[in-house]
């Protein structure tokens, strides 16, 4: 039969067709070198970040009292909060100081006592020096008396006595004399010790009663209430333990803030005072605020202990009539984005055809077929791209990335799992094992 011929021609055509594009898949697995070719063009390199709003002066808020006091805290305004001086900002309380100035007080009675007591004997030590003194020369008379009496009307032995008693007497008197003022500087010297025992007492009692006194915190000035975070980063709350003295908030003027703003080290890299900052309210991209950095920090530090990443923190002032047009608040979060470069026409190259070796910069430009090393000076480094002061110029044809096989991903996946449905297997391979037999024409006999 002459109509059989033509299934068979059909068949082989598309054998070969489907042997075309295997050929060409096998040839597309291998990706080209990709390219970039340099021209002078408008450069605006920049990092982006998120800050907060805080006032340029705050008045500092500490908790009352002195000495390190332990106190807690029984009640507090929330964070935010506006006042008015003289407003109850925070109400404490403080048993352990309650103990300890009845403990001084206990203490300070005892002293008394103690001075009381110490009198008394100094009194009756001195009452008997003299009563002793009082005989004593009641016994002096007597025996000068005899001493200067005729010889011839009385005894010898009599004599004797009564001049051996007046030698005698005379050196007890003296004798009482010294004790009775040993007794007054030494009772005077333990009166001292007492009273100043009883002084320091004074001024303990006088210390921890004022710190009593002082359990209230009381706005010194109008404001909206900032809290402080602690070596943890916890703020103030109600039940916590507080030491006098410590830093519990601040009251900041809202007339005069500035963007407090932390970058990561590797992006914030070539930033110094003066960069333009362009910033907004997080969720209002409209609110369009335009200032410059006042400050940046002179080291990155690790904000977090969970984190090794360190940020590099910087200020920016806000305008007076941004902040009233917008009616700004401290505490709120802005974005900001720090102009690093801004040039109509510069030349500047991708970060990732950058490689770095011993100071100096290099990228592999095209010479003809192959790429070469050419060492570039550059400028101001963003995230992204780098400004090029010399070294390159333009048209010239910079290696971003090597050729290679594409299909590399793809053969270490991991391959479909089986399953006795052909629809399914299908899916889970792309539709290739489906897509490969629907395109292979079935056999025709002749």
Same mark, same amino acid.
């Given at each position: 039969?002459?109509?059989?011929?033509? @299934?068979?021609?059909?068949?082989?055509? %598309?054998?070969?067709? &489907?042997?075309?594009?295997?050929?060409?898949?096998?040839?597309?697995?291998?990706?080209?070198?990709?390219? #970039?070719?340099? +021209?002078?063009?408008?450069?605006?390199?920049?990092? !982006?970040?998120?800050?907060?709003?805080?006032?340029?002066?705050?008045? @500092?808020?500490?908790?009352?009292?002195?000495?390190?006091?332990?106190?807690?805290?029984?009640?507090?305004?929330?964070?935010?909060?506006?006042?008015?001086?003289?407003?109850?900002?925070?109400?404490?309380?403080?048993? /352990?100081?309650q103990q300890e100035l009845s403990q001084t007080l206990i203490d300070l009675q005892r002293n008394l006592l103690a001075r009381a007591a110490k009198q008394g004997e100094l009194a009756t030590a001195q009452s008997k020096v003299a009563?002793?003194?009082? /005989?004593? %020369?009641v016994e002096l008379g007597i025996a000068e008396r005899y001493a200067s009496a005729d010889l011839s009307t009385m005894a010898r032995n009599e004599v004797l006595d009564a001049v051996q008693d007046a030698s005698y007497l005379t050196?007890?008197? =003296?004798?009482?004399?010294?004790?009775?003022?040993?007794?007054?500087?030494?009772?005077?010297?333990?009166?001292?010790? *007492?009273?100043?025992?009883?002084?320091?007492?004074?001024?303990?009692?006088?210390?921890?009663?004022?710190?009593?006194?002082? *359990?209230?915190?009381?706005?010194?000035?109008?404001?909206?209430?900032?809290?402080?975070?602690?070596?943890?980063?916890?703020?103030?709350?109600?039940g916590a333990t507080l030491r006098a003295g410590f830093d519990y908030g601040s009251l900041p003027d809202a007339s005069a803030m500035e963007l407090e703003l932390s970058l990561p080290q590797i992006e914030a890299q070539g930033l110094?005072?003066?960069?333009?900052? #362009?910033?907004?309210?997080?969720?209002?991209?409209?609110? $369009?605020?335009?200032?410059?950095?006042?400050?940046?920090?002179?080291?990155?530090? &690790? !904000?977090?202990?969970?984190? @090794?990443?360190?940020?590099?923190?910087?200020? %920016?002032?806000?305008?007076?009539?941004?902040?009233?047009?917008?009616? *700004?608040?401290?505490?709120?979060?802005?974005?900001?984005?720090?102009?690093?470069?801004?040039?109509?026409?510069?030349?500047?190259? +991708?970060?990732?055809?950058?490689?770095?070796?011993?100071?100096?910069?290099?990228?592999?430009?095209? #010479?003809?077929?192959?790429?070469?090393? !050419?060492?570039?000076? *550059?400028?101001? $480094?963003?995230?992204?791209?780098?400004?090029?002061?010399?070294?390159?110029?333009?048209?010239?044809?910079?290696?971003?990335? #090597?050729?290679?096989?594409?299909?590399?991903?793809?053969?270490?996946?991991?391959?479909?799992?089986?399953?006795?449905?052909?629809? /399914?297997?299908?899916?889970? =391979?792309?539709?290739?094992?489906?897509?490969?037999?629907?395109?292979?024409?079935?056999?025709?006999? @002749?």
């Amino acid at each position: 039969m002459t109509h059989r011929p033509a @299934p068979r021609a059909a068949s082989r055509c %598309a054998a070969l067709a &489907v042997a075309l594009a295997l050929l060409s898949g096998c040839a597309s697995d291998t990706a080209p070198a990709i390219v #970039e070719t340099v +021209a002078a063009a408008p450069l605006r390199l920049s990092v !982006r970040g998120e800050g907060e709003l805080k006032s340029a002066k705050a008045t @500092p808020l500490n908790v009352p009292g002195r000495n390190w006091a332990s106190r807690q805290l029984e009640w507090m305004l929330p964070e935010g909060s506006a006042v008015r001086k003289g407003d109850l900002i925070a109400r404490f309380s403080a048993a /352990q100081g309650q103990q300890e100035l009845s403990q001084t007080l206990i203490d300070l009675q005892r002293n008394l006592l103690a001075r009381a007591a110490k009198q008394g004997e100094l009194a009756t030590a001195q009452s008997k020096v003299a009563v002793d003194l009082a /005989q004593v %020369a009641v016994e002096l008379g007597i025996a000068e008396r005899y001493a200067s009496a005729d010889l011839s009307t009385m005894a010898r032995n009599e004599v004797l006595d009564a001049v051996q008693d007046a030698s005698y007497l005379t050196a007890k008197r =003296d004798t009482l004399e010294w004790q009775r003022g040993q007794a007054g500087v030494r009772g005077g010297a333990e009166l001292a010790v *007492l009273d100043a025992q009883r002084a320091t007492f004074d001024l303990t009692a006088k210390a921890r009663q004022s710190d009593l006194d002082a *359990l209230e915190l009381r706005a010194p000035n109008d404001g909206v209430l900032m809290l402080s975070s602690n070596w943890s980063g916890d703020k103030p709350n109600v039940g916590a333990t507080l030491r006098a003295g410590f830093d519990y908030g601040s009251l900041p003027d809202a007339s005069a803030m500035e963007l407090e703003l932390s970058l990561p080290q590797i992006e914030a890299q070539g930033l110094q005072v003066g960069n333009a900052v #362009e910033m907004f309210p997080v969720g209002r991209p409209e609110q $369009r605020i335009v200032s410059r950095l006042s400050w940046v920090a002179s080291a990155a530090k &690790v !904000r977090s202990q969970e984190s @090794p990443v360190k940020y590099l923190t910087m200020k %920016a002032p806000i305008p007076a009539e941004a902040i009233a047009r917008y009616r *700004l608040v401290p505490g709120q979060r802005l974005e900001a984005r720090v102009i690093l470069f801004d040039s109509p026409k510069a030349l500047s190259v +991708a970060n990732v055809a950058i490689d770095s070796d011993a100071g100096k910069d290099y990228v592999r430009v095209r #010479e003809g077929g192959d790429f070469l090393r !050419r060492p570039i000076r *550059l400028g101001v $480094r963003g995230p992204a791209r780098s400004q090029v002061l010399s070294g390159l110029r333009d048209g010239d044809e910079v290696l971003l990335a #090597e050729a290679g096989a594409i299909g590399a991903a793809a053969n270490t996946a991991e391959p479909p799992a089986e399953t006795d449905d052909p629809g /399914q297997a299908a899916s889970a =391979d792309g539709g290739k094992t489906a897509a490969a037999p629907a395109s292979t024409p079935q056999a025709v006999r @002749p």
